[in-house]
């Protein structure tokens, strides 16, 4: 029987994205969910989103850690944001408006979370991590150099690297290794404000390799079935609602946030 993995991240303090992202997820029946980080900080409710995602943990579900979650459990900026010569301060005004939003519970559990998990799904290895693997910050865009991108993706033996922090869903092979990342659940930057997810597939692999041993042709046929597959899905929300909210918070940056979310391209 085959496998299926749900994951979604960047949700970064919009739970009503999450939530309808997760109304999505259960009519699909995953076997488990990833959550591949950056939780909190941005959007206007993140400590709905600790709880929803707490109980989900409580389900089974596996939660990471992504940079920005450093930076409001930790004010630790220069790991977070490894990129600024000089953090801005409606970075670092976000990030402690959010930290005030936690309860002292709730940022322990934010602060304790792994920067990265690995599954094994009927012998097959998912690596869930934020950036990249055994990074944070260092993600897997579409613009990198080749080299750079196999450098990265080579750090971890894992068939299947599911991975955010980009913003922009992205399924790739680069010869053994699958790259899922669903794009950002609550602030997307590829023009469309609705939520991301995806869902992965893999096939029985015992089922496959019952199949080997024939001609060539039914060779490449199993190889091909045992192959993991991804679908990315966008279900609406009311991103108009939750940029409103952003919006009249009145943190520096707020209004660059606020239309970031209601068009889903990045505004700065």
């Known amino acids: 029987m085959a496998i299926r993995l749900a994951m979604l991240g960047d949700i970064h303090g919009n739970v009503a994205a999450l939530e309808s992202a997760l109304a999505d997820i259960k009519r699909h029946k995953p076997d488990q969910l990833l959550v591949t980080g950056d939780l909190v900080f ?13 109980a989900l943990e409580g389900d089974g ?3 990471i850690q992504g940079n920005t979650d450093v930076a409001v459990a930790d004010f630790d900026y220069a790991a977070a944001f490894p990129w600024f010569d000089e953090v801005p301060a409606g ?3 976000a990030a402690e408006w959010a930290h005030d939003q936690l309860s002292d519970d709730q940022v322990d559990w934010l602060r304790r979370l792994p920067s990265e998990r690995r599954v094994w799904a009927d012998g097959v290895l998912v690596l869930n991590c934020h950036g990249s693997p055994g990074s944070q910050t260092a993600g897997l865009g579409t613009e990198l ?5 196999m450098e990265r993706v080579t750090r971890t033996d894992a068939r299947v690297i599911a991975c955010g922090h ?4 992205d399924v790739r092979e680069l010869g053994r290794k699958l790259i899922c990342n669903p794009g950002s659940c609550g602030v997307a930057f ?3 404000p609705a939520a991301c997810w995806a869902l992965l597939t893999i096939p029985d692999q015992s089922a ?6 024939g001609d060539d042709e039914d060779d490449d046929n199993v190889v091909d079935m045992a192959n993991p597959t991804v679908e990315l899905f966008r279900p609406t929300y009311d991103a108009a609602m939750v940029a409103e909210e952003v919006s009249v ?6 209004v660059y946030r606020a239309a970031t979310i209601r068009t889903g391209r990045r505004v700065t």
């Open 42 to 54: 941005f959007g206007p409710r993140p400590a709905e989103v600790v709880e929803r995602l707490r």
């Open 61 to 63: 579900a596996i939660v």
């Open 91 to 93: 970075h670092r005004a």
């Open 145 to 149: 150099d080749p080299t750079v991108t």
């Open 166 to 169: 980009t913003h922009v869903a």
């Open 190 to 192: 590829d023009g469309d």
């Open 208 to 213: 496959a390799s019952d199949g080997a041993g």
């Open 249 to 254: 918070r009145g943190l520096s940056g707020d």
